[in-house]
Each structure stands twice: as C-alpha cells, then as structure tokens.
C-alpha cells in the first residue's frame, strides 16, 4: 500500500490558520515571503505562526529571487524547516542558498509545456525537493499562487529522483483527480482554500485536505 498523500497548505497569513491547518492534517505549512502577493507576511508575524507549529510538521518559507541579506534576515528570525524557491533561481543558486543556511530546499518549476520539463530534470540533480507548478500567465505580477492549473497529462507516469509536489490551481473538486492522474504523493495548495486573496477558509482546508487523502 502506497504512503498516504502530504498536503502543503502555503499562504498563512493569521494565527487561526496553524490550528486549521494543523487539526485538517497539513504535513507542510508554507510562509510567503514576496511583496506582491497577498499572503505577503512580515518576519515578526511568521515567528509568531511558526512557534505554534507542532513538531513534525514541516514550516516552509517561500520566497522569489530573495538575496542573501533577505535569507540571513528570515532565516534568523524564524524557524524553519525548508525553504521553497520559487523565483528565476539557477541551479548554481538553489545549491549556494542550500550550502550558506543548510535547510532542505524546494525549488519551484513553472510548466505550460513539455518543453518546460527539461527544467525539472535540470533542479532534480541540485535541489531536495521540486514543486511542479503551473507556469504563471504573461505580465502576471507574481510567479505562484494564481489559481491556475496546467495540463496534468504532461506529466502523467513522469518521475524525478527527488520528492516532489504537485501545485497550481488545485481546489477540493479537482485534487482527487490531479492525484489519479500525475501519480503526485504531495501536494500543494493556496488559493483553492482561500475565501479571498490571502484569506484562508478552515472548512475548504479540511475539505481539501480530506479530498487528497481519500483519492
Ligand atoms: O501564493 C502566492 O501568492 C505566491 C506568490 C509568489 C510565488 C508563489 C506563490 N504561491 C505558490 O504558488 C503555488 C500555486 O498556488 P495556487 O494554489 O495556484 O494558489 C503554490 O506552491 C503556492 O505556494
């Protein structure tokens, strides 16, 4: 019998989202720290959220082309378990951020195409983990976290020989069969259990998470 499936729940933005997230069953909780998104949080606010984090739950912080003087701040100031990429971050990149803070990194994979896949291939040899991720639609003003799912067939039967997680545009409808689909064990979720922009809804969490579990 195959692993239960993981769920990261990214984008917390209040301290009731721990509890909901942590109650529905969240492997993963997820951090962003990008200006331009709505689940943009200050250091401050994340330490706070993170301390209420169980152990054995993973605390990952997102950023996008984050340099050093912004990884030593947040890495100083709030514990964590993982940093995810999700920026233009080479390969020669994710390996200096994951040699100068030694935490696991995932780096995320925008894919429209197959001819993104090559990409995937390319991270697996350098990063611990791949988010595989839609590819964000021209002049959106954030990489990530725009509800927008792409064509799971590309990858149906793809593996990589690192962990991975399915993102983009997931919702309670449609994780069960994102899952049948790509084979993914981990997944990855913002928008689709969210009543607005950066507005986190315990019930849709609790939904999705049992969807993806159940499938
Ligand atoms: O959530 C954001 O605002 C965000 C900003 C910048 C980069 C990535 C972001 N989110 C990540 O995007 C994927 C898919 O999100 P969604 O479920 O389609 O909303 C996921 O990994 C988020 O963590």
């Not at 109650?23 to 200050?42: C, D, M």
């Not at 030694?102 to 990063?127: F, I, N, S």
């Not at 020989?161 to 449609?174: F, I, R």
Request: hydrophobic share 45%; proline share 7%; with cysteine.
């Amino acid at each position: 019998m195959s692993a239960e499936v993981k769920v990261k729940i990214c984008g917390l933005t209040q301290l009731a989202d721990i509890p909901a997230a942590v109650s529905a069953g969240a492997a993963y909780v997820g951090f962003v720290f990008f200006p331009k998104s709505p689940r943009n949080i200050e250091l401050d606010r994340a330490r706070d959220m993170a301390t209420l984090v169980p152990e054995g739950i993973a605390k990952v912080a997102l950023t996008v082309d984050a340099d050093n003087a912004m990884l030593d701040m947040l890495t100083d100031s709030v514990p964590l378990d993982m940093l995810q990429l999700h920026g233009h971050e080479t390969p020669e990149r994710v390996t200096e951020i994951k040699k100068r803070y030694g935490l696991p990194v995932m780096k995320a994979v925008g894919v429209a195409t197959a001819e993104d896949l090559p990409q995937l291939d390319t991270y697996a040899r350098v990063a611990d983990q791949l988010l595989v991720d839609a590819k964000p639609p021209k002049g959106a003003d954030r990489p990530g976290g725009n509800a927008l799912a792409f064509d799971w067939k590309l990858i149906a039967g793809r593996r990589w020989p690192v962990p991975w997680m399915l993102a983009g545009g997931l919702t309670p409808e449609n994780v069960a069969q994102a899952i049948q689909l790509t084979g993914a064990r981990q997944i990855d979720v913002s928008s689709g259990v969210e009543s607005e922009p950066g507005v986190k809804d315990a019930k849709m969490i609790r939904a999705f998470i049992k969807a993806a579990k159940c499938s």
